[in-house]
């Protein structure tokens, strides 16, 4: 019997009327006429306040305002923005949540500042619940980028190139390696076009996938002692390359961060197939980079130094038409003499979801690398 007691006591409450309950209702009901009645009150406010601006129009004082025929009026620091009315006399920041129209002609792509993006108009956020362990981020007031990107990367390089090993053979000979064959340090041009996605999988870890392509191309002298008998003459052969192939890989970035300063350390592995070859080129990158976070009304983003390490490795071949040979095969592994060099960059957010990128490089290799990211 005592066991049942309990059920019967919670169906008893819920069956008989609550004065509490009662009283609460009464309460909500008092609040909701209340409600309607200042609604009212506000929407004859907001009336005058658009006839106001009809009568007397305010000069823009936003440095990113482009406003209708209303006007606008004052804006404050957490945005310009706020300040702006549309032909119903609401404000811009509240109706872009639902979709921005013409009515409203001060609204614009840098909703940064309103913690918005005009990319929310087309393209939709995620929510996959990543990364994980955000709350340690949330904790410590940091800010933690949107956790899926997609980025579209040009890099223009000049680096200087060693030989290793050189191998040449005829119609009638093999290819073998020479000896006496001597190949200055010469320059190699490269450029490429790479889409990339990335995923931040906890606060501090980053992993990415890249495809793209690269063009490759640059000359070289190559000098032959006693080739093919010993008492055949000295001869310079000059090679020049241009290679088109497709590359692929990946690679993860490790951050740490304050508010204001951050340090990272990127590596990636990639590989390219040139059409023209039968081998491949393969790419071993580290990066270590150190900035600052900017964090101003009129630019959010961040600057940073660092150096690069690169370690690649590739076999060019070619057939050439020499005098007095015929036609040869010749085979040129390559290297980089100098796998280091300094870099300089940084990224300016848009918005919270566009990005875009610049690093230049210094040193064992010169380069440009630009790019714009999307987050979702």
């Given amino acids: 019997m005592k066991k049942f007691l309990p059920v019967c006591i919670f169906l008893l409450l819920n069956a008989v009327p609550n004065p509490a309950n009662q009283k609460a209702n009464a309460a909500d009901r008092l609040f909701a006429d209340w409600q309607s009645k200042l609604s009212l009150l506000n929407g004859s406010l907001i009336a005058q306040s658009s006839s106001t601006h009809q009568n007397q129009h305010i000069t823009p004082v936003s440095y990113n305002m482009q406003c209708d ?7 404050d620091d957490s945005g310009c923005d706020r300040g702006c009315c549309d032909s119903s006399g609401q404000y811009c920041d509240s109706a872009y949540r639902s979709g921005r129209s013409s009515r409203c002609g001060c609204c614009s792509c840098l909703q ?20 994980l362990l955000s709350s340690m981020a949330d904790d410590r007031g940091v800010t933690l980028p949107l956790p899926v990107g997609t980025s579209l990367v040009a890099t223009f390089m000049k680096r200087n190139v060693a030989v290793s090993e050189v191998r040449i053979g005829t119609a009638t000979l093999p290819l073998r390696k020479i000896e006496r064959a001597i190949v200055n340090p010469f320059v190699s041009n490269a450029e490429n076009q790479i889409a990339r996605a990335d995923l931040w999988v906890l606060p501090c870890l980053n992993v990415y996938g890249l495809a793209g392509h690269t063009h490759s191309y640059g000359s070289l002298i190559l000098d032959v002692e006693d080739f093919p008998l010993t008492t055949s003459p ?21 951050a740490i961060g304050t508010k204001n300063y951050f340090a990272a350390l990127d590596l990636n592995y990639s590989k390219t197939d040139f ?8 790419a071993l990158v580290v990066t270590p980079r150190f ?28 057939l050439l038409e020499e005098p007095g040979l015929g036609q040869i095969a010749v085979e040129v592994d390559q290297y980089e003499p100098d796998p280091w060099n300094l870099l300089f960059g940084g990224l300016w957010g848009i918005d919270e ?13 010169e380069y440009l690398i630009t790019g714009a990211t999307v987050r979702f």
């Fill in 234 to 254: 000295d001869r310079q052969i000059p090679i020049s390359f241009e290679l088109n192939g497709f590359t692929y890989g990946g690679g993860a970035t490790a």
């Fill in 353 to 365: 979801r566009l990005q875009l990128m610049i690093e230049a490089g210094v040193g064992g290799r």
């Fill in 112 to 131: 940064w500042y309103d913690g918005g993006s005009c990319l929310d108009d087309c393209l939709p956020r995620t929510d996959i619940g990543l990364p």
């Fill in 291 to 318: 900035g600052a976070i900017i964090d101003r009304k009129y630019f959010k983003g961040e600057v940073h130094v660092g150096v690069m390490y690169q370690d690649t490795k590739q076999t060019v071949e070619v």
């Fill in 275 to 282: 059409n023209e070859l039968d081998n491949t080129l393969s």
């Fill in 69 to 75: 025929s209303l006007g606008c009026a004052a804006c």
